[in-house]
């Protein structure tokens, strides 16, 4: 059997859309004409949405997908990916891991944000022993966003940006303080918020980019590229979840 014919390179088509389909072979979208992937991939970590794959198995999965989005980036394009790091008896350093797979495929790092979730002391409670030195553990408070960059550093064409001065001097400090979204609200098992979405597409893109998600769950990343302006793309196999984006995206939710 041959392969599925992927479409010529004429936006509208294709974009603004959100496609219950593998983002292991996204057939909808050509080669070397997206500007932003932002994703946050299943964790492999037994939530719901996750299928508990090997680690073996789920880093082969997560190098098919970044194959794919190495393959409709533009040069210069960014593939910004939220991970969190997993486990403490050992600690599973999944940030490190997402390194690996994805240098090995071609991409540059461009660096490394901290996402902070929370300040301090709270309800978390994971101290192992409590103010003994026996077993004391560490409460995460942040995840990771690590940047990747297409051949080159620079992007390679010219665009409307809409970042104010005052964000983008924020934005591109290291440490980002932006509150977690609820999962209840939502409607998925770990959504991210729409203004972390919103705070990488304002940074790493233009105005009229095409943005895309290949693990798209409930869709903030398309609802936050819509709302700046952006032509946005989204993936997932989960029918419940592509219905959830799409509603969003209707402003529905």
Known sequence: MSAPER???ITGSWTNKIYCHTSEAMIHVPGNSVALGFTSPPYNSGKDFDDDLSMEDYFNLISRVGSEIYRVLKPGGRYVINVANLGRKP???????YYLVHVNLGFLPAGEIIWRKAHGANGNCAWGSWTSAKSPR???IHEYLIVFVKDDFSRQDEGESTISGEEFMSSTLSIWDVLPESARR????????????KRVINLYSYKNDIVIDPFVGSGTSCVAAKALG????GYDIAQEYCNIAERRLLGET
């Open 230 to 233: 952006r032509q946005y793309v």
């Open 138 to 140: 560490l409460r995460d």
């Open 7 to 9: 479409p010529q390179d």
């Open 186 to 197: 939502v409607g998925h098992p770990a959504p991210f918020p729409v203004e972390l979405a």
């Open 91 to 97: 600690l599973i350093p999944m940030h490190a891991l």
